[in-house]
């Protein structure tokens, strides 16, 4: 920056910008950190992974992980293909309905997660009540306010109207106009949805636990109770599996020179 | 290259209304097999709407449009062939040019290798060739346009449709590539509808100028026929530069700085404006004070042509008069001159309007 300053003035700016980062990064690793020494860690001072080992070995770890598995498939399934369209459409026809959709969208975080979980209760059909399902539903609400913003912010980034017009005009169906120019151009952004989705059914724990439903999280929940340890050494492991993922998305998109956009919330 | 013969279109009385405002009130226009129409209007007229409907992008919402005598009013974009380049860049960033190029043919189930060719030969007709392979970003405005001509032609459309493809281009490049889109248009043989608000680009590449206000259009006519009788006096005033100079009309006369020339249309009130362009008006030095006098007040060059601003003692109105440079050497500012209308007929406005 200021080049005709003295050297000590622009140092300093430059040492403090470096102290907080040191900081901010402190401040994630530390508590990972010593929640992997924990995990690991037997009473007379010697290191295992025995925690690791009993966890995954447990039967209920697998059921619970197949459950959220599958839940995060569909979730994922299910709000990218009704916000993908939705928010491309709000773009093109309805911009000023965007704002009221966009409120709408936000409404889970204000709601609480109890209220959703009881209402949701209320309002689902008896032949789903039984089915864990039923959870993909609440989910899909859920993520709204991530899928929404981040598929928006990605739909801000191009000129939706003139290349669907563009599309349309030369023969493509709604579907192709999707599939082949709107998806690829947003493509970071259906990403950083997807992310937001998975991590969101990884880590939900109070309507799956209301809901008496044993998911990855209520599981977690469950085993902490009575072993500490383990509790821990799966928080570090989905911890481990959202930064792997994380990376996996990013590496596909990389291959389209384009950034990972998680959301657009910053 | 194929579809030397064109299609007709006919746009028969369409409507497009948005809230209070009529975005086009009654549009007529005919296009035969082959030939360019340039849409010419001042901004908002429903030039962009007027295309808009015809690519289907829009529906009207009352009228008809039919192309080859087949009414496609009601069919869908994508069903309607025909190709647009937009104002905008519309380029499919995730896409090479010539997979842009492409994609109509894509969409059409055309198999990789015809598409491909096809592409490469419509990317060499507008002169990409070597930037076949580049994304948009990678491409100069330009070049971007041209890229979109020709993936607009790679379908082989019924019409062609441009909408100010120019105008984002800078003055250089907007030339050059106005010729050539003539050129090509002229080789492909493709009936094409070109919106501008810039005349001349209009008249350089037009058979037929048509000039639109307020969602009608006023006079379709070959661009000379245009310039010199046009029909009404919006599009005297809106086609090429005109003097507005106050007159008094009396029995099919219009009178005006101390002349009477033969009325030719336009307002029939008893005080009007004369419409006269600014070679319809012939100069001489002269020592009289009259009506029909005036005094050279700037002279700007213009190469061949020299444009003198002469205010007139009538009424202090300032007049243009372009002349041979040669003619006009004399002409320095402070001179008195006496003023001649050449023009046979006089187009009238209403009073008051500017
Ligand atoms: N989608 C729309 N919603 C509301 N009004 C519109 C819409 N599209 C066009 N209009 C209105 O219709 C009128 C004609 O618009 P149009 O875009 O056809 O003008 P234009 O002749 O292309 O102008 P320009 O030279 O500025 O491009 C304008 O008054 C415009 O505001
Ligand atoms: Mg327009």
Known sequence: MNKNNSSTVTAKPGLGLNAWMIAGLLFFTVPMFSAFIFSVQVGDGTYTLGAYRRMISDPGFGEALWISARLAILTVAIAIGIMVPTVTWLHIRAQRAKRIVEFITLLPLIIPPVVIALGFLGSMPLWLKDSVYMLVFAYVVLSMPYTFRSIDTGLSAIDVKTLVDAARGLGASWRQVMVSIIGPNIQSAIFGAIFLTVALVLGEFVISNLLLWSTLPVWMALVGMSDAEGAVALSVMSLVFVWLLLMLLSSLNRRRKVRVNVGGLS | MTNKSGSAVEMINLQRIFGDVKALDGLNLTIKPGQLVAL??????????????????????????????????????????????????????????????????????????????????????VGLSREANRYSHQLSGGQQQRVALARALAIEPKVLLLDEPLSALDAKVRTQLRDEIRRIQLEVGTTTLFVTHDQEEAMAMADLVGVMSNGKLEQIAAPDDIYANPATAFVASFVGAMNRIPAKLSSGKVEFLGQSVKYGGGSSATTVVALVRPESISVTPTKVNDSKSGTVIARSFLGPQTRLTVKTHEHGTHLHVDMASSDALELTAGTNVSLTITASTVLTDADGKN
Do not use: H, W
Request: glycine share 12%.
């Open chain 2, 40 to 125: 010419l209007g001042p901004s908002g007229c429903g030039k962009t709407t007027a295309l808009r409907l015809l690519a289907g992008l829009d529906l009207a919402d009352g009228g008809q449009i039919t192309v080859d005598g087949r009414d496609i009013t009601n069919v869908p974009a994508n069903k309607r062939d025909m190709g647009m380049v937009f104002q905008a860049y519309s380029l499919f960033p995730n896409l090479t040019a010539v997979e842009n190029v492409a994609f109509g043919l894509k969409v059409r189930g055309i198999s990789e290798e015809i598409r491909i060719k096809k592409a490469k030969e419509l990317l060499d007709l």
